[in-house]
Structure formats: C-alpha cells, structure tokens
C-alpha cells in the first residue's frame, strides 16, 4: 500500500515571498503520478501541478514548481510570488498506474496561509 | 462547461438512518469516483465508477456503496448511518479512460450525523 506524507501541519508566508511544501512518500511502484492539490475555503479541490513519475524533469505551472526526487520519494511544491489568493490547504498525491483506474492517496494537507 | 455537481450540499440525519448522495460530472468525463474527508482521518478513497462499472473500491464497510448511470451521474448511498460517518463527501470527475489523475472535484455534501 502506498502512503503520502506531509510534515507541515501550517506554513505561513508573506505576499511575494517563496514558500516550499514537503511531500514524501512510500510506493513499491515503478511508474506513477505525482499530484498537488489545493482546497480553497470555498472547498473545491483544484490540481495545482501534476508530475509523471517517469519523466526526470520537474513539472512547472506558472508560479508553482515542483521538486521531484525518485530515489528519495520526494515530491515538494514550491510557491513564488505568493499571493493572498494561494490561502488554502494543500494536498499531496499519490496515483499509482498499475491496477487502472483513478485512485488517489491523499497526504494530510498542509494549511497554508499568505499573510500582507 | 459546468463543473461536477454535487447534492445536496448540506444534509442532516440521525444515526441509524440512511443518505443518497448525488454527484454529476462534467459532460464527458466516465469516471466518477468519491472521497470521504474527515477531520482526523483526512481524505480516504470510497470507491470510483467508470461506463457503470465498479472499477476500484476502498476500504470501506460494505453500509457505503454506490452507482453510476449510463448517462456517467453517480450516486453514494450510506445505509445504517453512525456518528462517525459525519463527513465532507467529495465527487471527482475525469475523463477516465487511462488513469492519468487528472481529477476535476465538486464542492462536496456535508453530512452530519446526529
């Protein structure tokens, strides 16, 4: 069974400042997906960025940008710019491939709060 | 395009009682699958449904169960209700064929169970 863990609870950072998130996470799986997600106050989840295990490069999304480290089984979010809009919790995920299907490992969020 | 609809948002039972819940998805997407988030266990994979069929389940008692239709809406129902069950229920939408995990999430219904 695959398990995700994220060992910051809260973070706070200040507007236009760089935050990280930490993720780690056990799988016996050669070939998966990296996911983060983010749980605004209105609670509707959205994919931030999403990393394909088999691909070395980091995956990018504007402001957001993963590091991705197989042999560790890392996976953190790094956040630039911060903007009082990034206020969320964010969820680290894992999807393995085998099996089929969609079926998400979610870590337990990190709350984060970006402060003026 | 309209995201995933779930309903009702909001819903009250007692313990023993049953629930339905209701999640539409985006038009197009085959994959429904449902998430239960509690403050302490966090969020646990229900199970998700893809062309009507059961394609993955968690580990769940068998009092929670679910369906999808041909038209890809699903369905949650919660049999013999327990406090504990008091939780954000959370549908998520994709395309579905591959799991690529790209997963587009409803608002969710908050249960309370009194």
């Known amino acids: 069974a695959q398990t995700v863990t994220q060992s910051q609870p809260e973070m706070s950072v200040q507007e236009a400042e760089t935050v990280t998130l930490s993720c780690t996470y056990d799988t016996s799986e050669n070939n998966y997906y990296l996911f983060w997600y983010k749980q605004p106050p209105s609670r509707q989840m959205i994919l931030v960025i999403r990393?394909?295990?088999?691909?070395?490069q980091n995956a990018t999304e504007n402001r957001f940008s993963v590091n991705f480290q197989k042999a560790a089984k890392s996976f953190s979010l790094k956040i630039s710019d911060s903007q009082l809009g990034d206020t969320a919790m964010y969820f680290c995920?894992?999807?393995?491939?085998?099996?089929?299907?969609?079926?998400?490992?979610f870590g337990t969020g990190t709350q984060l709060k970006v402060e003026l | 395009k309209a995201g995933v609809t779930q309903t009702p948002r909001y819903l009250i039972k007692t313990r023993g009682q049953q629930v339905t819940l209701s999640c539409s998805p985006i038009s197009g997407h085959r994959s429904v699958s449902w998430y239960q988030q509690t403050p302490g266990q966090g969020l646990q994979f229900l199970f998700e449904?893809?062309?009507?069929?059961?394609?993955n389940k968690g580990n769940f008692p068998g009092r929670f169960s679910g369906r999808q239709f041909s038209n890809s809406r699903s369905e949650m129902n919660v049999s013999t209700l327990e406090l504990g069950d008091s939780a954000l229920y959370l549908c998520?939408?994709?395309?579905?064929?591959?799991?690529?995990?790209?997963?587009?999430f409803g608002e969710g219904s908050r249960l309370t169970v009194l």
């Open positions: 449904y893809f062309s009507e069929t059961q394609r």
């Open positions: 990393q394909e295990a088999y691909k070395q």
């Open positions: 995920a894992f999807e393995g491939v085998t099996g089929g299907g969609n079926k998400l490992t």
């Open positions: 998520a939408s994709s395309l579905g064929a591959a799991n690529t995990g790209e997963l587009f």
